[in-house]
């Protein structure tokens, strides 16, 4: 191996082409074999895909995603009903996503919302999508102490959100939110509207909202920029928790 050539490649910013051109040097066979593009090519890939992975494992600690779960593990039962399939074979490409459109999982406690919505957001970083799993109410008062710390302090916090590409809010409506909040979580929506995503679980529905967010224009206005240009799944109250608990005494 040309110690020469490793050291450009660091300089460079090539730290896993230099692995791989020290395991195309260690084979001897294998480098009097291919050609000079051959060899290049393989380093040149090494390269991509060893920062492909980097950049998804870095985003996928900053999405902070609750659950590890996975597009595969996402039960398509009678219960859940051809609609949800349907609905389930457009999300899943993270076109929504793309065209900065909106999603939301309605469904009571235990309906399966978190795991559902766990396996959409680490599909879309492994689509390259910076993403942001909070609470709603977390955000929402973060972003009312921003705002009472001045415009500065707030514009800064708004302008790294939108950075984001996805970002998920749980539990909306689930514990009553005050002026500054409201205030603060339609500003969220409103920078985003129709150029990033947000995906909402809830257990309540558009209706319940506005009740809970009381008759304010900023709560109806906040209410709309979720629901325009939006997709959404109703997962009914039923608890799955309990339907695995059964199955598994069965099996047990």
């Known amino acids: 191996m040309n110690e020469e050539v490793s050291s450009l490649m660091r300089q460079v910013g090539m730290k896993y082409a230099v692995k791989a051109y020290a395991d195309l040097c260690n084979d001897a066979n294998l480098m009097s074999s291919i050609s000079v593009d ?9 390269e991509r895909d060893g920062r492909d992975c980097a950049r998804q494992r870095l985003l996928m600690g900053q999405a902070r995603i609750p659950i590890m779960a996975e597009m595969s593990e996402i039960s398509y039962d009678e219960a859940r009903g051809p609609e949800f399939a349907r609905a389930m074979s457009v999300v899943r490409t993270m076109s929504w996503v793309r065209t900065g459109n909106n999603l939301c999982l309605l469904g009571g406690s235990g309906s399966g919302k978190t795991f559902l919505i766990s396996a959409l957001a ?18 929402a008062s973060m972003l009312a102490e921003r705002r009472a710390q001045g415009a500065a302090a707030y514009q800064s916090e708004r302008t790294k959100l ?17 002026e500054a909040e409201i205030q603060g979580l339609f500003d969220l929506l409103n920078d985003r509207a129709g150029i990033k995503s947000v995906a909402v679980l809830s257990q309540k529905d558009p209706v319940r909202w506005n009740e809970e967010m009381g008759p304010s224009a900023v709560g109806e206005a906040l209410v709309e920029r979720i629901m325009a240009n939006s997709i959404t799944i109703s997962l009914g109250t039923g608890s799955r928790r309990k339907t695995a608990d059964i199955d598994a005494l069965r099996g047990a």
Do not use: Q, W
């Open 38 to 46: 051959d060899a290049l090519m393989s380093l040149l890939v090494a």
């Open 122 to 139: 680490r599909e879309a970083v492994r689509h390259g999508y910076p993403t942001l799993f909070t609470g709603a109410r977390d955000i």
């Open 162 to 178: 939108k950075k984001k590409a996805l970002i998920v809010l749980d539990d909306l409506c689930l514990t009553h939110m005050d």
